[in-house]
């Protein structure tokens, strides 16, 4: 399936897309992780009394969290709102997103009977992603759609753990002591992370980003054996639509070759290793990142000389997307990110 966006010129000459091609841009394009941030004060008035689940399967509540950010910070890419455990939720996985916990698992995973009763992912589990998609590249125009999905390993943690870890024990246990098992369940998922993308780039999404919240928790080898062939599976087949790729973990700073190497076209650094070490460790690959999300909470002038040191820094990159090095904290002032934004994108036109 080709890219929608080559069907618009416009769209694939955007600063986003040729920065992720590491093609010369206009201006360093930016984006935010979790931008509709869970601190705008329209997000939260819209999702007052709707759950996180809920509002991920009703379109025109994903279209419009989706749009709040790029209406009030004028960023230069759209992501796409919703989960990492969605997938699993529409094929039939008893979860649940408990407020103040994060997703709970009913019956965590751990045989291979677990595993053969996850159903694989079609377009018809999640026909609501389409319409959402679809509604959003009608209203976002050149502004290009970032889909989104949860890599295999984080995903595995949530089913394996029954919820979030710290450790992740469990997780890794059955990853060391049954390994039969954990490659089915990373197969799994694996391909249902991958289907799932591929709803998303047919609706009309431009960009992709698998996103591996705990990738960091495993060492170099255990993830070069027990992880790193997932994701590439996953970005494998993502790269036969041709929209380019972003992988993106955190604390993930010894494996930042590892993750380009999965089939990255683009790959996140995290705010705890300098860009510049990142741009080092990814191999010619384009990066994206990695200011604190905590400088948003120092004054406006601290903020942006570290911005300023950011951007020289993904300058000596073949592509440099700017973005926080992980997401937007809830209290963040939206005032900030729009300063934030602003300046990037004028201090990089110089």
Not at 321 to 332: E, M
Request: glycine share 10%; proline share 8%.
């Amino acid at each position: 399936m080709p890219a929608a966006s080559t069907n618009n010129p416009e769209l694939y000459e955007s600063p986003f897309l040729k920065a992720a091609r590491s093609e010369p841009v206009p201006h360093t394009p930016v984006w935010f992780m979790r931008q509709a941030g869970r601190s705008l004060p329209e997000y939260l008035k819209i999702r007052e009394g709707v759950t996180m689940l809920d509002s991920c399967t009703r379109p025109e509540l994903v279209v419009e969290i989706t749009m709040q950010p790029v209406r009030r910070y004028g960023v230069d890419a759209a992501i796409f709102f919703s989960d990492i455990v969605l997938p699993l939720k529409a094929v039939g996985v008893d979860l649940d997103i408990v407020p103040g916990v994060g997703p709970v698992v009913a019956r965590p995973v751990s045989t291979l009977a677990d595993v053969a009763a996850i159903p694989d992912l079609t377009p018809d589990h999640v026909p609501f992603i389409t319409e959402a998609v679809q509604g959003l590249v009608g209203e976002l125009g050149n502004t290009p759609l970032i889909g989104f999905a949860g890599a295999p390993f984080t995903v595995a943690s949530y089913l394996v753990e029954g919820g979030p870890s710290k450790e992740h024990a469990r997780t890794k246990a059955l990853m060391f002591g049954a390994p039969d098992v954990w490659d089915a369940l990373m197969r799994k998922i694996s391909g249902i992370a991958a289907a799932y993308l591929e709803v998303q780039v047919e609706a009309g999404a431009s960009a992709v980003q698998l996103f591996d919240s705990w990738a960091g928790a495993v060492t170099r080898e255990d993830y070069r054996t027990h992880v790193q062939p997932h994701s590439a599976r996953v970005l494998e087949r993502i790269g036969e639509t041709g929209v380019p790729r972003i992988h993106f973990g955190v604390g993930t700073g010894e494996i930042l070759d590892l993750m380009g190497e999965a089939g990255a076209d683009v790959v996140g650094v995290d705010w705890r290793v300098p860009l510049s070490a990142g741009v080092e460790r990814v191999g010619g690959r384009a990066v994206q990142g990695n200011l604190d999300p905590t400088l948003v909470f120092a004054p406006t002038e601290v903020m942006l000389d570290r911005a300023r040191a950011v951007l020289e820094a993904g300058a000596a990159a073949p592509g440099h997307i700017f973005n926080l090095g992980h997401g937007v904290i809830p209290s963040t002032d939206p005032d900030q990110l729009a300063r934030l934004t602003h300046f990037v994108q004028e201090e990089s036109r110089r």
